[in-house]
């Protein structure tokens, strides 16, 4: 579990600290809304991929550094692509999602995620590009919906 701990989550913290300490709107917006998607997909899908290490009771904890983390941090990022950068085209959903993806297949190919009841890299794929297409339209929602709530 401390390997979950130091690469899920502290790690991706000292990231995104020093990449965005410059533009806190970002993290305010961006960290609860992935952090709570990441969670009810990880507790939902618990039954079809089980993170390392193996625990007896409440499997679902070992996502936690992961969803309080790498998941959130990933999706700063992405956001930063999206609408710092002003590349507003989905490709970039896409590509974060293979990125994701590969991320995933090389913690299955050392084991630290094993797949089962039928679950395949694919399935990961599309859980991964949904996830960002539900951020995408939330942060831009988000930023019309300040807009009209300042005045501007």
């Not at 950068?85 to 991320?103: E, R």
Request: glycine share 4%.
């Amino acid at each position: 579990m401390a390997v979950n701990i130091i690469f899920g989550f502290i790690i991706p913290w000292i990231c995104g600290i020093l990449f965005f300490k410059d533009d806190k709107n970002i993290l305010k917006k961006v960290v609860p809304f992935v952090s709570f998607l990441s969670v009810l997909i990880n507790v939902a899908g618990n039954k079809y991929w089980l993170v390392m290490p193996r625990v007896k009771k409440w499997q679902f904890i070992t996502t936690f550094p992961q969803n309080f983390g790498y998941f959130p941090i990933l999706g700063c990022i992405f956001i930063y692509t999206l609408y710092k950068k002003y590349t507003f085209t989905d490709i970039w959903v896409i590509l974060f999602a293979i990125l994701s993806t590969a991320v995933e297949y090389v913690m299955v190919v050392i084991r630290k995620v094993e797949y089962r009841k039928g679950w395949t890299i694919i399935h990961t794929f599309f859980i991964y590009a949904m996830s960002l297409w539900l951020l995408k339209n939330y942060y831009n929602w988000m930023e019309n919906d300040s807009t009209v709530s300042n005045g501007s």
